[in-house]
């Protein structure tokens, strides 16, 4: 695989569109390129929160936080004691 | 939208991140704040039912405030793990209810709506968010529609290629054709935005 052509499956690879065999073969290929082929997923990484910031944001609801923020000071509150 | 842009006072996601990892409730609380809109629109869009959405929400950020040590700065921006992580999710819930059949349905119908114009518009968005939201739409808007649908059952149904080709009996090499320039098209049009997200 060229390098171009590693760059062009970046993207697909980031947005895990690969079949298996393609994905372990662009596997093989970021391994022998090393740190560009880093930074090409690196960037290809961007599509994958473009996605989510072209759609229009939908504000959970009102009690949606509070019931989350319960939990995490539930699951603080365990771990403190595990700890003590 | 990475607000850190919009005010530097303002902590950036990876310090709120880094935050959590610390176990501060606060961070989380501001990561909520920040983006809690994005990511229950993003599993909306993929499981299509808003009781299922604030399931995964919460999960979402419970699976953050829990896995908070998996990621680190070189993983890249937290806002693309967050993203990453919603959609995983978003598509095992919805591997596990829906039929196929359902989701052809909803397709059939949706694959004719640009990305921006889907959802509930029950929120006014800080005017920073409404732009950035406008430019990704319209990259996204700009393409084929063939090309527009392929990436979404990439995305949005997590379909490999060869799915997408057996899902819309379009042969497989076409398929790849149409990800591959649908995609590089919107990450050209990334390259304007560099550093906002």
């Known amino acids: 695989m060229s390098f171009e052509e590693f760059e062009h499956q970046a993207r697909l690879y980031v947005l895990e569109a690969m079949d298996d065999d393609e994905r372990a073969s662009f596997e093989a290929a970021r391994r022998q390129f090393g740190q560009p082929a880093e930074s090409v997923i690196e960037e ?34 365990e771990k403190r004691a595990t700890k003590a | ?57 919460q999960e979402i950020y419970m699976d953050i405030w829990n896995h908070s040590q998996n990621y680190t700065q070189e993983k890249g921006k937290a806002l693309g793990w967050m993203v990453t992580l919603t959609r995983r999710r978003s598509i095992d819930r919805l591997r596990k209810r829906l039929s196929y059949a359902r989701v052809e349905e909803r397709l059939q119908h949706e694959t004719e709506q640009p990305p921006g114009g889907r959802g509930h518009h029950s929120v006014d968005d800080d005017l920073e968010a409404s732009d950035m939201r406008a430019v990704l739409t319209k990259i996204m808007g700009r393409l084929p529609p063939a090309q527009r649908e392929a990436i979404e059952l990439a995305y949005f149904q997590g379909m490999s290629q060869r799915e997408i080709a057996a899902h819309t009996g379009i042969p497989l090499g076409t398929i790849k054709t149409r990800l591959e320039l649908g995609l590089k098209k919107i990450s050209d049009g990334l390259k304007g935005l560099k550093n906002e997200f």
């Open chain 1, 44 to 77: 290809c990484k961007r599509l994958n929160a473009a996605f989510a910031l072209a759609l229009r944001p939908q504000p959970p609801k009102q009690e949606a936080k509070a019931k989350l923020m319960a939990l995490i000071q539930k699951s603080l509150a």
């Open chain 2, 1 to 57: 939208m990475s607000h850190e842009t919009v005010n530097a006072s303002r902590p950036s996601d990876e310090e709120l991140m880094e935050g959590v990892r610390r176990q501060d409730p606060e961070a989380l609380s501001q990561l909520y704040d920040r983006y809690s809109g994005v990511l229950k629109a993003l599993a909306m869009r993929i499981v299509h039912n808003e009781a299922e959405s604030e399931d995964l929400l």
